[in-house]
Each structure stands twice: as C-alpha cells, then as structure tokens.
C-alpha cells in the first residue's frame, strides 16, 4: 500500500450548529464593542455640560473646582483617549458613579434590570400565549365573526397608545375598582426576598414564600397586561396571516388526509409549520416592548431601567445614561442570540445543514 | 374482475355557483390501478381529493361516493377521520411539500399509526422500519430519525408511500405522484405502486396529466375534460382505440405517439 492511499485521518465531525453558534457568539462580541462605541460617542455629543450637572450650581461657578473636576475624570483627555479609559473601566465591571444616586451604576443596574426583565419577560409570555392562541382561532375562522373581532382587539392593542393605557389601567383598577395593588413591585408591608435571580416573583417562589409571591404577581398583573396589549395586537395579526399561510401548505392536507384530530394537527404540523417566522417577530417585538417599559415604569413606579434611565437623562448624569445605553445594548444582542439559538432548535434544516 | 371497493357515483363538485365537476362515476377495484388523466383544471384532482373530504369549505359535494356500505359524502368530520389514512389514504404531488419539514420521518410515518392502529411506540416504530424498507429507503431503522430535507426527491416520495400504507388502507389516491420528480426516478416510484397495487389488494386512483405514466400502470383509465367522464375503459381500450375524439387529440400530443405501450408492458 502505498503512502498516497493511506485513509485520511479522520476530521471530528462537528455538528453544523456548534460552527454556527461559535460564529454567532463571535458576531456577538463585535457588536457589542460596536454598542460600547456608540454608547460612548452618543452620549458625548449630547449638548449640555455635564460637568456643571454634577458638581451643582454653586460649585461650577468656582473655576478651580471645575478643574480639578475635569483633570480627575480625565474630561481634558481627547475622546479616544477617554473611550479608551472608559472600556479599562468597563472590563472591570466599573461604569462610573452615578451623578444622581451617587452609587456605583453597576450597583443601580444590578437592582433595575431584573425589574424590567420580569415586566417584560412576563409581557413577552402573556403576549404569546395570547396573540398565538388569538392568531390561530382567527385564521381558522377566516373571515368568520370570530375572525372579525380578533382583528378588532388587535387593532385596538396597536392603536392605544402605552401611556394612556397604563393611566385609565391603574386609575379604573386601583383607583376606581380597588382591584389593583398600588405602585411599585411590592406592597409596602412586604420585604423583597433574597436575591437570587433579582426577579421578586422567582425569589419569594424560591424561598418559598407563597403570600410574598402572589403580592409580587398582583403588583406584575397591571404593568405586564399594559405593556402586553400592544404587542399582543401586534404578533395576533401577524400569526394570523402565518397561519393562514400554513395552512394551504400540503403537509397540513397530508395531515388531515391521515385522520389526525385537529388538535393534533394544529400542535404538530400547522403551529409548529409557522414557529420560525413567528420567532422572528416575537425577538423584534421584543425590542418594542423595551422601549414601551419607559412610560409603563414611570406610571407604575416601577424601579426598574425606564426610570432608571429617565432620571439619569434629564438630570444629565452620563455614567447613569451610558449603562443603560449598554445594558439596553447587550439586551438586543442576547435577545438576538436567543433568537438564533431557537431557530437551530426549531428547524433541522438550520441545524443539520 | 375483482371487487369494487369504492364507488363514485353521480359526483358533482362547485365552488360558490361554478360547477367544476359533473356527473362523474368511476369504480375502485381491489388489485388494480384505475387511472384519471385530463389536463389542469379538468376536475382530477378536485374528485380525488372530494373521496376525503378535503376540499375547502367553499367547495359543495353531491352524489355519491361509497367506501363499502359507508357514504362519503356528507360523513361526519369524526367517521370522516376513521376512515382518512385507515382505510383510504393519498399521496400527494410534491413531497417536498406534503412531508412536514420539521418534522422527523419516524413521526410522520407513526403519528397516524399510533391512532389508528392503537400501537404504542415502539410497536409503531418497528413497523414504520419494515414499510421504510418496503419502499426501498435505505438504512430504515436511520431514516427514522432523520428529516425530510435529508433524502432525495425520489425517496422522499417512497417515504410519502410507506406514510400512506402505514394503516394498511383498502384505497390509495394518488395525485400527480411522480409529476415532481425526475425522471429518472419516476419509473422505479410507478413500479413500486402497481407492485403494492397487487400485493396489497389495494384499490389505486392514479391522478395524472401525463398518459405516458397512465400507459405504464394503469388497468383502467377514465378521461376527464371540463369536469365530465368523457372516455373509461381498460387501458388497452382507452389507448388503442380511442372513442372520444378529445382522447385521440390527447394521445396524438405524446411524444413517442399514439398507443405507446398498449399491451401493458410494465415499467421496470
């Protein structure tokens, strides 16, 4: 046997989706360099000094002051030169004190993020059990009165607008009908429990504290319904139409051509047929909702990053303003992720190659 | 001449006000092959495709169509699914498109098994692996838990066969079964069908627009054209002395000319 015919050693098949998922979380790593970048840049060309913010009225109208001010935060410092020392920062998890709360902005992010994970996290699952379930019954009942009114309440949930709804909410059912708890996360008899995930409703579950638990889910219920509807309008409309689309597919004939019952048919064939554009919608809806949590947050009180970076914004406090562009950031890119990692899950194809 | 087993008789099908199917009757008989050719929009597959029921709602049914002693026509959606894949099932044009993409061969093949034939999985597994290997699809115990997208156009419709006998049916409608495919593999796939035509003692409707395919398997063969019957007979009648002038135009648009393969030579 010659050399030239010895059998190549074997290359370690690796599936397709681990070289997919490495390239993705490299991607992943860029943008958010990218996100740090724009963060930083923004934030800079925002008008308005900020030095004068932070050191108050009094002390800014004292030059020397000032320039110990701006010589110990390096603000004489080109702007590279300042990104540079704001990532050193940054990899060491530092991102300055907040001008407002004169705490750490980690520390302040640490205690808002979880609060409006758990809004929207929960607005996200009530929005698509919702709308799938909505979307489903309307495509079925095409042009049928069922189909009429879903299309009404979806329009209904994207024409309200989040604000306005979050006000009558909280004035109908706390106000009004007593039904509601007041603001915030917890009633004011409550201490939150100890933090492991930062998620009130988790953390009482996990110390195993019912009462606190189903005070923390009474105070979810206002916030996650007003946040929910508009996204709720939106992926209703938009499962309908998937799901119409499937429906004319063959397999689905295939389907009731076997005799399989229609529960089956809808779980199996025809919801799972439509699962990959509904994904793509449901990680951009995402999105949306974030940004709805401002005005929700500030109705309800809710401590979580739209106040956060509310209070940060209009009192000029940078650092404050830069993690919440960075959190908010790394929330797309992991939403993103997650997105991608599901449609390796869902479709072979992705999957297998 | 072997028994009928299914009976369309006095079919009529419209969409809204437009009739698209007119007085067609046309008898299943076990062991044999009746072919339904016409060109698009004659009424083949919409008749096809009435037998179970899946016509969209938009579509009326009258006549008759008799599986045994049970009507068809107007069964109930419950009966309607005892009898959909158990006793009469189909194979669809494309089964690129009729097998689900996302779903594994061994789930399509067993779903319909487990609720017709009450097998739990295991028993339904294995007898998904003996029709795999019936049909010819390599490794079947492998092709279980692959997908769809995982096998060429060929034996995915091998596959789309073995889903359909899964329940041992009395009938099997096949639509436009080897229009999809290449030709090179469209012989072996019309081979396989008229082997489990006799074999199995099933009833084959084949649906098609092509008479070269009609003239390799079929025992009888109707000819539809503006939703009506215009010309049935056996093969041998319908191919080598055609009483419909619209059947001589038909036969005459062949390639390889009128009455190709009358003595029913099979394809190998």
Request: aromatic residues 6%; charged residues 15%.
């Amino acid at each position: 046997m010659t050399l030239a015919h010895a059998p190549a050693p074997a290359r370690p098949t690796r599936s397709p989706l681990v070289g997919y998922l490495i390239r993705r979380l490299g991607t992943s790593v860029l943008l958010l360099f990218g996100v740090t970048i724009v963060t930083f840049v923004l934030t800079n060309l925002v008008p308005g000094d900020p030095v004068a913010a932070a050191l108050g009225e009094g002390a800014a109208s004292n030059p020397q002051t000032v320039a110990a001010y701006v010589e110990r935060y390096g603000l004489d410092q080109p702007l590279p030169l300042q990104y540079l020392a704001y990532l050193g920062n940054l990899m060491q998890g530092d991102l300055g004190t907040s001008l407002t709360t004169g705490r750490p902005v980690t520390t302040d992010l640490a205690a808002a993020v979880p609060a409006t994970v758990e809004i929207a996290v929960g607005a996200i699952l009530v929005s698509l059990v919702v709308s799938v379930v909505l979307g489903t019954l309307a495509a079925y009942r095409r042009g049928l009165v069922t189909d009429q009114v879903v299309r009404v309440v979806s329009l209904v949930g994207l024409s309200v607008p989040t604000f306005w709804l979050a006000l009558v909410a909280f004035n109908f059912f706390f106000l009004g009908l007593g039904i509601a708890p007041g603001s915030g996360r917890l009633s004011p008899q409550y201490t939150p429990p100890p933090t492991v995930t930062g998620l009130y409703s988790v953390d009482f579950l996990l110390n195993g504290d019912s009462v606190g638990f189903f005070d923390a889910m009474a105070h979810l219920a206002l916030p996650v319904f007003v946040l929910s509807l508009f996204t709720i309008g939106l992926l209703t409309r938009f499962i309908r139409t998937s799901v119409l689309e499937v429906l004319d597919r063959d397999f689905v004939r295939a389907a009731r051509a076997k005799g399989l019952g229609g529960g089956r048919i809808v779980l199996d064939y025809v919801l799972r047929g439509a699962s990959l554009p509904i994904l793509t919608v449901v990680g951009i809806a995402f999105g949306s909702l974030l940004s709805g949590t401002v005005l929700v947050e500030a109705v309800f009180a809710w401590p979580g990053l739209g106040t956060y970076a509310y209070n940060s914004a209009t009192s000029l406090d940078l650092p404050g303003v830069m993690g919440v562009g960075l959190v908010v950031g790394v929330i797309y890119l992991v939403v993103n992720f997650v997105v991608d990692l599901l449609y390796g899950f869902l479709d072979p194809r992705v999957r297998l190659g | 001449m072997s028994a009928t087993v299914l009976a369309i008789d006095g079919l009529r099908i419209a969409f809204g006000s437009t009739p698209v199917v007119h007085d067609v009757t046309l008898d299943l008989r076990a062991g044999r092959v009746q072919g339904l050719a016409g060109e698009s929009g004659s009424g083949k597959t919409v008749t096809a495709m009435s037998v179970l029921g899946l016509l969209p709602r938009t579509a009326s049914v009258s006549g008759s169509i008799r599986l045994g002693t049970t009507e068809l026509v107007g069964l109930r959606r419950k009966q309607l699914n005892e009898v959909r894949g158990r006793r009469i099932a189909m194979v669809f044009q494309d089964p690129s498109a009729s097998l689900h993409p996302q779903l594994t061969v061994g789930h399509q093949l067993t779903d319909h098994m487990r609720r017709h034939l009450r097998l739990d999985r295991r028993a339904a597994k294995a007898r998904a692996a003996e029709l795999l290997d019936r049909v010819r699809v390599p490794d079947p115990e492998g092709a279980l838990h692959r997908y769809p997208h995982q096998f060429s156009g060929g034996q995915r419709q091998r596959i789309a066969i073995a889903v359909a006998l899964a329940c041992d049916p009395d009938v099997l409608l096949a639509d436009e079964p080897t229009t999809a495919l290449d030709v090179t593999v469209q012989a072996g796939v019309l081979h396989l069908l008229r082997n489990l035509a006799i074999e199995r003692d099933l009833a084959v409707l084949l649906v098609t627009h092509d008479l070269g395919v009609m003239s390799a398997i079929a025992d009888d063969v109707a000819v539809m054209r503006h939703g009506v019957v215009v010309e049935a007979g056996t093969r041998e009648q319908v191919f080598r002395s055609p009483a419909h002038e619209y059947t001589r135009t038909l036969l005459a648009a062949m390639p390889d000319g009128p009455g190709t393969n009358p003595e029913g030579t099979d394809v190998e």
